[in-house]
T-cell receptor, first 115, second 113 residues
Framework: AQSVTQLGSHVSVSEGALVLLRCNYSSSVPPYLFWYVQYPNQGLQLLLK??????LVKGINGFEAEFKKSETSFHLTKPSAHMSDAAEYFC?????????????FGGGTRVLVKP | DTGVSQDPRHKITKRGQNVTFRCDPI?????LYWYRQTLGQGPEFLTYFQNEAQLEKSRLLSDRFSAERPKGSFSTLEIQRTEQGDSAMYLCASREGGSAPQHFGDGTRLSIL
């Protein structure tokens, strides 16, 4: 069975500072990994995905994530936070076609950006 | 690309009533998923369709829940005899085949009085 752990339910950063959101996963097969962002009362928007190509994945809005198999991690970073980055972020894992490509999500990390 | 559309956006109902939600996926997407998200939690998988076939149901989907996708296009999720614990955001997502990611709608927020 697959699972996702996001360390830190809340993260506070200053505008312009580095954003680092941690995600660790477990999977019985090579996983597909995703980061989604959710703004209040909205659905989830895809930031980026890893599907067994390059281990450093670049996404939208300046975010990127690095897949580290040895650490079973897929941490999300952004060099310089903007006020508009305040939202909740979810890491998700899929075991691909064999599991119907359904997603298992972490508990989420809420990001607060201070001016 | 008009995105995944869900209706209604909000539903308030009394305990014991039946409710039905609708999801219209992105037109060329043959796979459709339902998730439930409670306050402060990540979404949890409920069920999944490929075209009109319902291929998997989570154990979270009790007998009071039923989902359909009759013509392989839009889908409905019905909850019968609603309970307080059904209060949540119900999210629909769709995707193409292969390793394509899921695209989510804005959800239906259900509140049980």
């Amino acid at each position: 069975a697959q699972s996702v752990t996001q360390l830190g339910s809340h993260v506070s950063v200053s505008e312009g500072a580095l954003v680092l959101l941690r995600c660790n996963y477990s999977s019985s097969v090579p996983p597909y990994l995703f980061w989604y962002v959710q703004y209040p009362n909205q659905g989830l928007q895809l930031l980026l995905k890893y599907t067994s190509a390059a281990t450093l994945v670049k996404g939208i809005n300046g975010f990127e994530a690095e897949f580290k198999k040895s650490e079973t991690s897929f941490h999300l970073t952004k060099p310089s936070a903007h006020m508009s980055d305040a939202a909740e972020y979810f890491c998700a894992v899929s075991e691909g076609k064999a599991a119907g490509n359904k997603l298992t999500f972490g508990g989420g990390t809420r990001v607060l950006v201070k001016p | 690309d008009t995105g995944v559309s869900q209706d209604p956006r909000h539903k308030i109902t009394k305990r014991g009533q039946n409710v039905t939600f609708r999801c219209d996926p992105i037109s060329e997407h043959n796979r459709l998923y339902w998730y439930r998200q409670t306050l402060g939690q990540g979404p949890e998988f409920l069920t999944y369709f490929q075209n009109e076939a319902q291929l998997e149901k989570s154990r979270l989907l009790s007998d009071r829940f039923s989902a359909e996708r009759p013509k392989g296009s839009f889908s409905t999720l019905e909850i019968q005899r609603t309970e307080q614990g059904d209060s949540a955001m119900y999210l629909c997502a769709s995707r193409e085949g292969g390793s394509a990611p899921q695209h989510f709608g804005d959800g239906t927020r259900l509140s049980i009085l």
